[in-house]
Antibody, heavy 121, light 109 residues
Framework: VLLVQSGAEVKKPGASVKVSCKAS????????LHWVRQAPGQGLEWMGL????????SYAQRFQGRVTMTSDTSTSTSYMELRSLTSEDTAVYYC???????????????WGQGTLVIVSS | SSELTQDPAVSVALGQTVRITCQGD??????ANWYQQKPGQAPVLVIY???NRPSGIPDRFSGSGSGNTASLTITGAQAEDEADYYC????????????FGGGTKLTVL
């Protein structure tokens, strides 16, 4: 069971970045797929999720209008595109599998290895 | 509310017991989960729900919770437990969102 992300990216301010996350070893459409980022020296920040089964999404307020999450069930791959990049978007971006374990419980039980995105002029 | 609060740093002597706490309104509705992150690595789930450990997580890790507070306890801390620990839960704002605590850096002395 694995989530494998695309490689590091260097982007200029104002550009967009698209990070991929390929799942293997489990039923891709049976779980949610989340994106979490971590700026240098900072904590984890949830960006949003996609439900691969139907493509529905939910985004954190601060990324609304600037992020798009998609999935391709034929290749078990999810994508996160972030637009209008600034230096504050420099971070490691993780994908993570989300699963219910209880009516009150939901956890990220598997994580990708992370993708470093550097935004610099 | 959509915030979870953790102490920024905690230390523990080798072999002793340490508790890391997480507070937030969402914990009145949803269970907390705990993740361990070592430098340069992706987070790893160590406790989910009231007190559940994924396969491979040592039994010195345990969890508990009451009201708006959840706790991660390490009984007999080892040098390899030195890491950042994050709590998270679903947000109770109505839509499906997730929130993380700010993280606690654990130092094993």
């Amino acid at each position: 069971v694995l989530l494998v992300q695309s490689g590091a990216e260097v982007k200029k301010p104002g550009a967009s970045v698209k990070v991929s996350c390929k799942a293997s070893g489990y039923g891709f459409t049976f779980y949610h797929l989340h994106w979490v980022r971590q700026a240098p020296g900072q904590g984890l920040e949830w960006m949003g999720l996609i439900i691969p089964r139907d493509g529905s999404t939910s985004y954190a307020q601060r990324f609304q209008g600037r992020v798009t999450m998609t999935s391709d069930t034929s290749t078990s791959t999810s994508y996160m595109e972030l637009r209008s990049l600034t230096s504050e978007d420099t971070a490691v971006y993780y994908c993570a599998r989300g699963d219910y374990y209880d009516s009150r419980g939901y956890a990220f039980d598997m994580w990708g290895q992370g993708t470093l995105v550097i935004v610099s002029s | 509310s959509s915030e979870l609060t953790q102490d920024p740093a905690v230390s523990v002597a080798l072999g002793q017991t340490v508790r890391i706490t997480c507070q937030g309104d969402s914990l009145r509705t949803y269970y907390a989960n705990w993740y361990q992150q070592k430098p340069g690595q992706a987070p790893v789930l160590v406790i989910y729900g009231q007190n559940n450990r994924p396969s491979g997580i040592p039994d010195r890790f345990s969890g508990s919770g009451s009201g708006n507070t959840a706790s991660l306890t390490i009984t007999g801390a080892q040098a390899e437990d030195e890491a950042d620990y994050y709590c998270n839960s679903r947000d109770n704002s109505g839509t499906f969102r997730v929130v993380f605590g700010g993280g606690t850096k654990l130092t094993v002395l």
